[in-house]
């Protein structure tokens, strides 16, 4: 007699029963496409209520590399604004000046607003600075990511000035707040560690914007790949360069092994801000006396590394 194989039996959305296409492991459920891409919707627009991160009258600027959290971010945006009263949406790009990357990933990010019809704005470290990154790290690649995230900053500042933004949104995920988390341990940065990045009490600068903070890398691929806008891109080749890097790797085999790993590093940040509470005094304001732009010393960050640079 002839036994016909047995087939495992295809998992079930947890949500309407059809044939699922994810495991979401915090929660036990399986999900189909439908419920998978719902679900990070909702959780991203929680997170945006749950703290008033987005109020009407906002003009959200979205920090679009081209990249998958970026892309991921704008989609997500681009669905959920329309329905918020008195809240528009705008998107910059900053083109570093990165042989073999950026062009790319340019390329990517402009595809996505042509079919996403945003506003799109756009400013290249040659306009802003005189010269793409590529030229300021000559003989400082292993500084590579410090330099760019300085130049950045400024950069998308200038840009969501241009703007007209009220919060500048960026795509930082899960995976990236429990690695800085991490990274400043690992430097002893107790100050940064609980300094809450994207505040500024100067109220000069745009206020920052995470709302992809509790949604994993994974998720992202997911989410990206289920609404068909996964493009393969190259990475910066500076990223070797950078302790994150190792991080990243590091964290990744321990949440794999030890699932909630990430959630409790962001949790023990938590505990730690709370323990410091009214400790930890902060440095007084003061202006830079090259370009007025709030810092903690004489020079900023900005004009100490113009200088560092010969310009
Ligand atoms: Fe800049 Fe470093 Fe990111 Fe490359 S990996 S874009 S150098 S921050
Ligand atoms: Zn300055």
Not at 114 to 143: N, Q, T
Not at 217 to 229: C, D, F, M, R
Not at 258 to 286: D, F, N, Q, V
Request: net charge positive; aromatic share 4%.
């Amino acid at each position: 007699m002839k036994h016909e194989p047995v087939r495992p039996e295809v998992p079930r959305c947890s949500v309407c029963a059809v044939p699922a296409v994810t495991f979401q492991r915090q929660s036990g459920r399986h999900l189909c496409s439908t419920h998978a891409t719902a679900d990070i919707c909702d959780r991203v627009a929680i997170t945006i209520q749950e703290v008033a991160m987005i109020v009407p009258g906002d003009r959200v600027a979205v920090a679009l590399s081209g990249g998958k959290d970026s892309t991921a971010l704008l989609m997500l945006l681009s669905r959920l604004i329309p329905s918020w009263e008195g809240v528009s949406l705008v998107a910059i790009t900053i083109d570093e000046g990165i042989a073999g990357y950026r062009d790319e990933t340019v390329r990517s990010a402009e595809n996505l607003i042509r079919s996403l019809g945003v506003e799109h704005h756009c400013i290249s470290f040659v306009d802003l600075f005189g010269a793409p990154l590529d030229e300021f790290l000559r003989g400082r690649e292993k500084e590579a990511c410090s330099i760019c995230g300085i130049l950045r900053k400024k950069a998308l500042i200038v840009g969501a000035d241009r703007a007209g933004a009220t919060k500048l949104a960026t795509g930082h995920n899960l995976d990236d707040e429990a690695q800085s988390v991490l990274m400043n341990v690992l430097r002893g940065d107790l100050s940064r560690l609980v300094r809450n990045s994207g505040t500024d009490s100067s109220g000069r600068f745009i206020p920052r914007i995470k709302p992809l903070k509790k949604i994993s890398e994974k998720e992202i691929a997911t989410y990206l790949l289920l609404n068909n806008a996964w493009t393969d891109l190259p990475e910066c080749p500076y990223s070797r360069y950078a302790l994150r890097r190792e991080v990243r790797s590091l964290l990744s085999t321990l949440e794999y092994r030890h699932p909630g790993t990430m959630l409790h590093l962001l949790e023990s940040k938590k505990k730690i801000e709370t323990y410091c509470a009214g400790t930890i005094t902060p440095e007084p304001i003061r202006h830079c006396r090259v370009c007025g732009d709030p810092c903690s010393g004489e020079l900023c960050q900005l004009c100490q590394l113009k200088r560092s640079l010969g310009r």
